[in-house]
């Protein structure tokens, strides 16, 4: 069945963003009719699927868990008077989620956080929480994608699959565009994939290196190795002749410049954050032959924008714990599935993420004992555990606000259509959540 381009629209809004992954692809163009989208041009399937698809199983009014275990329709100022009591009642509260809504949104969480003495953390404690380690360790030797593009002639793509995951990343920015000094775009690169598993990012690759799993680390031991100009004893590392890695080393240290792109295969094993350290100590040695950056593939469109927010207002990335009325940070101790496990938090509060998708089953079942909002767009596991909902709003079609790309750079989100009736942004409730507990605390000073 071959699909028809669509005519029937009244109207075009071009450069908006998409509020898919990382990407935070801006050269979006929404068409609508009669003020609601009916198609979209430029994105992937991915984006384009959430944003046409986006009405199925959607949020549309408040509502509160009744004594029969039935979640009810509600006016906002109950829900609200709710979640502000349960939150000021709670003695070890958590706030969880963040990735996919806006960096004014997230503000108004931490200023919850720190009211409340909560714990505030995000996606990154089960994803790239261990790449934000690395870099606080070593360091992190950082570009923009648009740099990638105007400049980079050798991609290299380790542990992650693009294609599949980020759709539009090597088409507009790495592998097929033309940039400045790239102008034969495909002719003027070369993409290497270096993964255990072969991927369609591997069946578009010039060079694919598959080296036996849970090996990451040895593998990038001996690329070191071998950058440095040193002998690899064994004739095998990793699966991998050792030949074949003085060949990668070759090819790398001759770049005109190079871009290094690592996703969760590195962070999700058993070595960890020891896999992006020994490979940020790759590119730190590249760049006595080159030049050489690298950037974590990022999932939702604002995760990086979550930790760039709580750097910038707390000095820590994720995991933030006010408990002691001042910003505290330690893996292990501070982070949400580490929390859930010991049993700790009294109050979980999840704004745009699902976290019975995302956490272990031991963890999610707390989540069974303990009160529990939701602050989403649309119905999901989590919803059948929420004592309250609150139906939000997408941000980059019925809101604007602020993305973080996975390069650091921020992008603006405008507003497309309106929303729907009953529902408000993310900043809108975290805001009246806010004004709830602040009044809620003053009447307890009165008294």
Not at 21 to 46: F, Q, S
Not at 152 to 159: A, E, K, M, P, T
Not at 304 to 311: E, I, K, S
Request: aromatic fraction near 8%.
């Amino acid at each position: 069945m071959t699909q028809q381009p669509i005519t029937d629209y009244d109207k075009e809004v071009k450069n908006c963003s998409c509020s898919y992954c990382g990407n935070n692809c801006d050269d979006i163009t929404y068409l609508l009719k009669d003020e609601k989208i009916v198609g979209v041009r430029h994105a992937c399937r991915l984006g384009a699927s959430k944003i046409i698809n986006d009405q199925d199983q959607r949020l549309l009014s408040p509502m509160i868990r009744n004594e029969d275990g039935i979640l009810t329709e509600c006016t906002w100022d109950e829900a609200l008077e709710k979640v502000a009591h349960l939150l000021n009642e709670s003695i070890r509260p958590v706030l969880y989620g963040w990735g996919e809504t806006s960096v004014e949104a997230i503000k108004e969480g931490i200023k919850i956080a720190e009211m409340t003495g909560s714990v505030i953390d995000n996606q990154s404690t089960i994803c790239h929480g261990s790449t934000i380690q690395a870099f606080q360790n070593i360091g992190h030797p950082v570009m923009t994608l648009g740099e990638v593009k105007n400049r980079s002639d050798i991609i290299l793509y380790v542990g992650t699959n693009p294609m599949d995951d980020h759709p539009r990343h090597m088409s507009r920015y790495t592998t097929f565009p033309q940039g400045y000094f790239r102008k034969n775009g495909r002719e003027d690169r070369t993409i290497i994939t270096i993964d255990p598993k072969y991927t369609n990012t591997a069946k578009v690759s010039d060079q694919v290196i598959q080296y036996d799993i849970n090996q990451d680390y040895a593998f990038f031991n001996a690329l070191k190795v071998a950058i440095q100009g040193k002998k690899i004893k064994a004739k095998k590392v990793a699966g991998i002749k050792r030949e074949r890695i003085y060949e990668l080393a070759e090819t790398m240290k001759n770049a005109e410049n190079g871009a290094l792109f690592f996703g969760l295969g590195l962070t999700q094993n058993e070595t960890k954050q020891r896999n992006i350290d020994i490979l940020i100590q790759v590119v730190e040695d590249l760049n006595a032959y080159s030049k050489w950056s690298m950037l974590p593939m990022r999932g939702f469109f604002n995760v990086n924008g979550f930790n760039m927010a709580m750097t910038s207002e707390t000095g820590y990335p994720y995991g933030v714990d006010f408990a002691r009325g001042y910003p505290r940070y330690m893996i292990g101790e501070t982070t949400t599935i580490d929390l859930l496990n010991r049993r700790e938090a009294d109050f979980f509060m999840a704004t745009a993420a699902d976290p019975v998708i995302q956490f272990p089953g031991h963890t999610i079942k707390h989540l069974v004992d303990i009160p529990v909002v939701q602050i989403d767009t649309h119905w999901g596991p989590f919803t059948e555990l929420s004592d309250v909902v609150l139906p939000s709003t997408r941000v980059g079609v019925e809101t604007e606000g602020t993305a973080y790309r996975m390069d650091s750079i921020p992008i603006y989100m405008k507003k497309v259509i309106e929303k729907p009736e009953n529902c408000h942004s993310d900043r809108w409730i975290l805001s009246h959540i806010y004004e709830k507990l602040q009044q809620i605390r003053n009447k307890e000073e009165e008294n």
